[in-house]
């Protein structure tokens, strides 16, 4: 169960690293569309979970590997741009969102029945 305070802080983290991404993106991932899509704060506010949705040439497994070899970079542009917002800037890491595939799926098979 996530407190208000977890939630605004999980907001304003989704908003500056799409910032990030979209600025970004087409250097660290040409002809790839990233785009964050759920971000899950622990209730210290120590650790950060972000899921990226990848669309693209670069394969989704293959992007959030680079994006978590990154993430020492990216931790820091995210703390230029949350320093007066936050005392700490969380720990990062990035996960694959497949919720997408999965409700393919989920409709795939509705439609056989």
């Known amino acids: 169960m ?3 305070r977890q939630n605004k802080v999980a907001r304003l983290l989704m908003k500056e690293l799409s910032i ?4 970004n993106g087409l250097t660290w991932f040409p002809n790839t569309m990233v785009s964050v899509t759920v971000v899950r704060v622990a209730p210290d506010f ?3 979970k972000i899921y990226l ?3 693209g ?3 989704p497994k293959e992007c ?3 994006a978590n070899l990154q993430v020492k970079m ?5 703390g230029k741009k949350i320093k007066s917002q936050l005392r700490i800037v969380p720990e990062i890491a990035f996960y694959l969102d497949d919720s997408i ?13």
């Open 53 to 55: 949705s990848v669309f």
């Open 20 to 23: 990030i991404f979209q600025q």
């Open 101 to 113: 595939d999965y409700s393919e799926a989920l409709e795939e098979a509705f439609k056989s029945i």
């Open 64 to 66: 959030i590997k680079a």
């Open 74 to 78: 990216i931790r820091g542009m995210l």
């Open 2 to 4: 996530s407190t208000i």
């Open 57 to 59: 040439d670069i394969e």
């Open 46 to 48: 120590s650790f950060a």
